[in-house]
């Protein structure tokens, strides 16, 4: 990722060395770029062009739009109503609601199944994203049947971010490669919370306190909508503390 | 169709224990509007109002017509409210849902039932000329409190608003175009606007001014109070929800009276700054036909 | 009249749409939101492709069969360029507002009941496109579109860019070219009499405003008008993707 950020509009023609070659592995497109067979490779978003040459992948990084979703992703949903044997879960408002089975929790039987009530929220990973059928979602690891940190959600509140500072939260390591540090920061101050980020562009934070709720929503809006530097983060959570104490 | 999002439980039950705790989201007071903003168009008569996220845009415009049989002496003056899918898909043209008729019932009320328009000094000839003035309402991006951004953005789009010259002579009315004289400003008579409360709470006991679109869709009840600066209340409206005390009511339209004397002091400055800038040669005076009233 | 000659755009203005755009050129400003993809309603389904929803709304009066007429223009082109294909059963709406229409001071403006013309269309057309592109909807090209005006004089005729109604009022004929950014053309819609070479001469035209440096340099000094002073950007390709450079670094501030 060494190169001078190269723009691409929907398009646009990618030059022909840009394209990683490797010798084993496959090329891989990511989101924003769609092949036309035999060989050409055309972006369909306005937006970066990364390359990655170790992994042979390419993708556009982009930010903005509706959550499309796709599978493995983290998305944080509201229970639509409950049907025979699932869920129907809206990931993001007036779109087609997505499918979770009542059995894919940890643990769950016909009997023990958790009851959601119509509006409740759920961290939930895509199994199923089709361009011709709705998605479908688990809250259990299909391989280790453990819920790993899925499942309902319950009490705090609901954030609406941009697509963007949700991936960027949900980097491996958020710190050095999203250039977003306010929940680390938020909490080096002493504030008790925990969250869930889903890909969709919601994160969940849930506290004891409601003030602390409410600052941690302000300081992720204000990131997200001020495109805040990291430098800036950390004033902005200073400002922050100092309202509250 | 698509539906209206609805909030999550989570996020009813957080707004509501917040508000208990004197908290909003954005970190507002309970009777702080979100920061308002008025700009005026290039075009005589545009004006856009945003109020946080809420963005309403409101442009007046006028023709010559018949009068109505019923009134002769009256000029026409409608305002039309249409809520477009650009404020929020759930939206649909040409079919008016309960915000939308609510909102052009109240600014009906507000604006043209008050006289704020003297729409006497529409007519041209008794019965047979008068000037229609209509003024075209849109929300462009809906998060809560259209109802008092849309009020402001009509008075203002009304009060910016010039309308070309016309002189009767020998029985012959002439309408002159911008080109041979400078259009006159409406025949105006108070600036009314629009305070809206909305209550949260078992017995509506937490009142809240500019709520957002979360906060209203979990609101018990509302109240619009519509006055202008000198505390003359043109109307009340409080459609249905949980009944609330009579005293909680006239405080909330104690309270209404200060935000309505913000609003008119804004919309006064604004409009002295926009004179001033459209009239760079400081020749207007010389340029306007009108008599003062 | 103020008219600004460079065109002026602003990215992402609505908040609350999936993406929005705010685009003023030759006295015409619109705002446009789009939405989408988002659940389509059952009339509109459609099984193998994103049905496109386009609605031009008038800033005064109600909209007639004008708008109907230019918004299945619209509708017809856009859906050439986006991947319709990509989301089967759901709609894209794009909402287009116009906020102001350059004024023409000799003449009484007499009608509530709002009527466009074809000189509207670039900026419905670049709009629809920049809040396009906002919303990240996927898309085989960008595109651009202008329109020329054959307006007879003493003894020729000449060609308009970006037609004044005076001017309007006095053309022959009214052509609306839309180009993608390959240089394909991908819409022709035509007002009025004229001859095939008139035609041709316009297409060359409007081929200049719309994708100049990806075409030839050979007619650079066309018929354009002489007051068209180029302060902007050398064509309407350039300047969306000089607006689009800003909006990428400002939302990939991280990288």
């Known amino acids: ?245 | 169709m698509p539906r209206e999002a609805e909030p999550s439980l989570n996020e009813k039950q957080f707004i509501l224990q917040a508000l208990q705790e004197n908290l909003r989201l954005d970190g507002r007071q309970l009777d702080q509007y979100r920061p308002l903003e008025l700009t005026f168009g290039d075009e005589y008569g545009v004006a856009q109002v945003s109020l946080g996220k809420t963005k309403v845009f409101a442009k007046a415009s006028a023709e010559v017509t018949v009068p109505y049989t019923d009134r002769p002496l009256d000029g026409v003056f409608t305002i039309m409210t249409e809520l477009s899918p650009m404020a929020s898909p759930a939206f649909e043209v040409n079919r008016p849902n309960e915000t939308e008729v609510l909102l052009s019932r109240l600014l009906e009320k507000t604006v043209r039932r008050s006289g704020a328009l003297d729409t006497e000094s529409l007519c041209l000839v008794a019965g047979q000329k008068c000037w229609s003035v209509r003024v075209d309402v849109h929300v462009l991006s809906h998060d809560g409190n259209v109802i008092d951004a849309s009020c402001l953005a009509v008075v203002a789009a009304l009060r910016h608003f010039r309308k070309s010259d016309t002189s009767m002579e020998g029985g012959v009315l002439t309408v002159y175009t911008p080109a041979e004289r400078e259009p006159v400003p409406l025949g105006w008579l108070h600036s009314p606007f629009c305070v809206t409360w909305s209550f949260f709470g078992d017995e509506g006991e937490t009142a809240v001014l500019d709520a957002t679109r979360a906060e209203e869709q979990i609101r018990v009840g509302s109240c619009t109070i519509s006055l202008n600066r000198h505390g003359e209340i043109c109307q009340i409206a409080k459609l249905g929800g949980t009944p609330v005390e009579a005293v909680a009511l006239l405080q909330c339209t104690s309270l209404a009276l200060t935000k309505v004397k913000e609003f008119s002091t804004v919309l006064d400055r604004k409009l002295a700054e926009d004179s001033k800038r459209r009239d760079k040669s400081g020749r207007a005076a010389e340029l306007t036909a009108e008599n003062d009233r | 009249m103020t008219v600004t000659a460079a065109p002026q755009a602003a990215l992402s203005v609505l908040p609350r749409a999936d993406g929005s755009a705010k685009y003023s050129h030759a006295g015409y400003t619109v705002t446009a939101s789009v939405n989408g993809p988002i659940e389509a309603q059952r009339r509109d389904e459609h099984a193998y492709e994103a049905h496109v929803d386009v609605i031009v709304r008038p800033a005064a009066g109600v909209g007639g069969t004008r708008e109907r007429h230019l918004e299945s223009i619209l509708q017809s082109s856009l859906t050439q360029i986006i991947l319709v294909k990509n989301f089967p059963r759901s709609l894209i709406q794009i909402v287009l507002q116009i906020e102001a229409t350059p004024e023409n001071d000799y003449v009484n403006t007499k009608l509530v009941q709002a009527s466009l013309n074809f000189s509207i269309m670039p900026a419905l057309f670049q709009t629809a496109i920049l809040a396009l592109l906002s919303a990240a909807v996927p898309m085989r090209a960008t595109a651009t579109a202008s329109v020329v005006a054959v307006v007879p004089e003493t003894k020729s005729k000449k060609l308009v860019v970006d037609p004044s109604p005076r001017e309007l009022e006095a053309a022959q004929s009214v052509h609306v070219l839309a180009f993608t950014s390959q240089g394909e053309l991908l819409l022709a819609e035509s007002e009025g009499d004229f001859t095939v070479e008139e035609w041709d001469e316009v297409y060359e035209t409007a081929e200049d405003v719309c994708c100049k440096s990806e075409t030839s340099k050979s007619d650079v000094d066309m018929m354009l008008d002489d007051d068209d002073d180029d302060a902007g950007p050398a064509d309407m390709h350039q300047f969306i993707r000089s607006t689009l450079e800003d909006k990428v670094a400002a939302d990939l501030h991280w990288k």
């Open chain 1, 1 to 245: 990722m060494a190169t001078a950020p190269l723009l691409v509009l929907p398009g646009d023609t990618i030059d022909p060395s840009l394209i990683p070659t490797h010798r084993k592995q496959p090329l891989r497109l990511g989101p924003g770029l769609r092949h036309i067979p035999p060989s050409e490779i055309v972006p369909t978003v306005a937006g970066q062009l990364v390359v990655d040459p170790k992994k042979n992948s390419m993708w556009v990084e982009y930010n903005g739009g509706r959550y499309i979703p796709s599978t493995h992703d983290l998305v944080i949903g509201q229970v639509h109503r409950s049907a025979a044997d699932l869920y129907y879960v809206n990931l993001s408002p007036y779109t087609a609601n997505a499918a979770l089975p009542h059995l894919a929790f940890e643990g769950a039987t016909k009997k023990t199944r958790p009851q959601l009530l119509p509006g409740a929220l759920i961290y939930a990973r895509v199994t199923l994203a089709n361009r011709h059928m709705d998605p479908e979602l688990e809250c259990v690891s299909s391989t280790t049947g453990k819920a790993e940190g899925l499942g309902p959600l319950t009490g705090g509140m609901a954030f609406d971010v941009s697509l963007g500072l949700a991936r960027r939260l949900l980097m491996a390591r958020n710190r050095e490669e999203g250039r977003v540090e306010v929940l680390e920061l938020l909490g080096a101050e002493g504030l008790a919370f925990e969250t869930a980020v889903g890909r969709n562009g919601r994160v969940w934070v849930g506290s004891e306190s409601t003030k602390t709720i409410v600052l941690v929503g302000r300081a992720l809006k204000e990131t997200d909508e001020g495109d805040l530097t990291v430098e800036q983060q950390r004033k902005l959570v200073k400002r922050l503390v100092k309202q509250l104490r």
